[in-house]
């Protein structure tokens, strides 16, 4: 059970140019998020989905879009990368299942636009 | 939107003594308040939660007191052990069928020393 995975663990993009972050759990959670993490900001939600085809913005959503094909995983999609969107990208899942729908967190995805 | 606010963003503390963490939120619909442990280059983890029907709740060292009209909550780590160093979040979001949205505090990088 390897619980939330995220690849790659780390990327160096130029401006303008595009990725995709791969999420992917083991857990049968309905529910997968995507956060980023800044330098005294904490976490920011930037994309959520609450079941496989539907998503929905968060507090930070320019820049980036999101797919959920298959309930396992969830993808962040930069179409053009900013140095603003360098960051640390957590992908975290729950379930509503679970006695406090509680989030599990993956291990990070460290992005450098230059 | 939810605002959380969370201090101080640093503690140290002698090894064998207490930390406490205070944070506190903006939207009284507001019903579930986690706490989450980053090591350094990990994803967060889930150390306690607590929901707004309870004021208290307690896991070993570990305790977390909510009072619901003065919107704060509060993260007590008694008898600190080095391993214990890390950043602490707190977080808070509403409960609903439609995923769980969490906001986040900016953190409070905890240095537990020998």
């Known amino acids: 059970n390897a619980g939330v995975t995220q690849t790659p663990k780390f990327r160096v993009l130029k401006t303008g140019q595009s990725m995709t972050l791969l999420c992917a759990q083991d857990?049968?959670?309905?529910?997968m998020y995507w956060y980023r993490q800044d330098p005294g900001m904490g976490l920011r939600l930037i994309h959520y989905?609450?079941?496989?085809?539907?998503?929905a913005k968060g507090e930070v959503p320019d820049g980036y879009n999101v797919s959920r094909l298959k309930k396992q995983n969830f993808l962040l999609g930069l179409e053009s990368a900013a140095p603003s969107q360098t960051s640390v990208y957590f992908c975290?899942?729950?379930?509503?299942?679970?006695?406090?729908?509680?989030?599990?967190f993956g291990p990070g995805t460290r992005l450098t636009v230059l | 939107g939810e605002n959380v606010e969370q201090h101080p963003s640093t503690l140290s503390v002698q090894e064998g003594d207490s930390a406490v963490i205070k944070c506190t939120y903006s939207?009284?619909?507001?019903?579930?308040f986690p706490w989450y442990k980053q090591e350094l280059g990990k994803g967060p983890q889930l150390i306690i939660d607590?929901?707004?029907?309870?004021g208290e709740k307690k896991d070993q060292r570990i305790a977390v007191t909510l009072n619901k009209t003065a919107k704060h909550f509060s993260l007590h780590i008694t008898e600190t052990q080095p391993e214990d160093s890390a950043v602490y979040f707190c977080?808070?979001?509403?409960?609903?069928?439609?995923?769980?949205?969490?906001?986040f505090g900016t953190g409070t990088q905890l240095k537990v020393e020998l």
């Open positions: 977080a808070a979001s509403e409960l609903t069928g439609g995923g769980n949205k969490l906001t």
């Open positions: 607590i929901r707004s029907n309870v």
């Open positions: 939207d009284s619909a507001s019903n579930y």
């Open positions: 989905s609450v079941g496989e085809g539907t998503t």
């Open positions: 975290a899942s729950s379930s509503p299942r679970l006695s406090y729908n509680e989030q599990f």
């Open positions: 857990m049968n959670h309905e529910y």
